[in-house]
């Protein structure tokens, strides 16, 4: 059995041998094992015909988040936006559990349990808590996160233990000049940094973090922010490196003007799709992305979660 795929920059050819699938990526040959391929097939933001069918619950138990992006603000009692960074209430880990069981038991088609916020899940210790309960009590549950990879290298053998499978980086330049310009500061190892040296520090991190994700064969996502006049230019750079590196898949995501990029006019549909057909070259295309909440519940374009939340 064969199944056509895009894998980086290469045409990958995935077959079935006994339990093991295969793929050709650059020469060499990668082995995925059925529970890899699952994290794909049933993952609606990792694989387009997934997302008519599974769906996802977002559950937002990370409010800290170690960096200060000039597109984003947090907001953690929101009920009528749909973008990254809001959610309807922040949750601690016994109030996740309750959420995950109460979801998982009424809505089957739910196979994936994710962290994304509203800040930094690698910042914040109710992500671990979290996510060690999931793997004690939901084994077979997808768990996955949402991150801007400063502190991913640092955590990844945790997330190795907890059975994290599929992890997504917003990653937005690969030139720290061009970081200066969209990251106001970051705090790292307990200090704050800005400009050049802050947009130095976090690429530094971001790329170790993807490297030792893609070696412990978890699926990786790259959301790059497409933001006019910032790093329009340079997205298909991005594009190109993280395709090198071996990354799944590679997310457009037009800028949201708000914050010190509030003047800025977002990129229109057609630009947006223009960007995506340079980059695709390079890496696989995820063309279906719904800016998901940090609250999110179930198919994409089909959320749920205001039928789940008591406002309090």
């Known amino acids: 059995m064969e199944f056509p795929a895009a894998f980086a920059s ?15 990526v650059a020469g060499r040959k990668v082995l995925w094992d059925p529970s890899q391929m699952r994290k794909i097939q049933e993952h609606p933001c990792f694989s387009e015909k ?19 992006c000039n597109y984003c603000i947090r907001d953690f009692d929101c009920v009528n936006e749909s973008r990254p ?49 999931l793997h004690e009590e939901y084994p077979n549950v997808i768990k996955c996160i949402s991150t801007n990879g400063l502190l991913l290298a640092e955590k990844i053998d945790l997330l190795e233990k907890y059975d994290v499978g599929n992890i997504t980086v917003t990653l937005n330049a690969i030139d720290p000049e061009i970081g200066a310009r969209i990251y106001e500061f970051i705090v790292y190892k ?10 130095r520090i976090l690429l530094s991190q971001q790329l170790k973090g993807i490297d030792e994700a893609v070696k412990r064969h978890m699926i990786v996502k790259i959301n790059t922010v497409y933001i006019p006049g910032i790093n329009d230019k340079h997205i298909p750079e991005i594009a190109k490196k993280v395709g090198e590196m071996g990354v799944y898949t590679f997310n457009v995501i037009p800028l949201i003007a708000q914050y010190k990029f509030a003047d800025i006019t977002p990129p229109t549909p057609e630009m947006k799709r223009k960007m995506q057909d340079q ?20 198919k994409l374009g089909e959320d749920i979660q205001s039928c789940l939340y008591v406002i309090k």
């Open 85 to 133: 960074a809001v959610t309807t209430q922040v949750l601690n880990a016994d109030e996740a559990m309750e959420l995950v069981k109460e979801v998982i038991d009424k809505y089957s088609y739910i196979k994936v349990i994710g962290i994304a916020g509203p800040g930094e899940p690698l910042a914040n210790k109710a992500t671990f808590e979290t996510l060690r309960r």
């Open 10 to 24: 290469h045409k990958v050819v995935l077959t079935m041998a006994d339990e093991m699938r295969s793929a050709e």
């Open 279 to 298: 980059c695709t070259k390079f890496v696989k295309q995820m063309r279906h992305c719904q800016r998901c909440r940090a609250d999110a519940i179930g």
């Open 50 to 68: 997934a997302c008519h069918t599974f769906g996802r619950c977002h559950v937002p138990v990370a409010p800290y988040c170690n960096i200060q």
């Open 190 to 199: 307990g200090k704050r940094y800005t400009g050049v040296e802050a947009a």
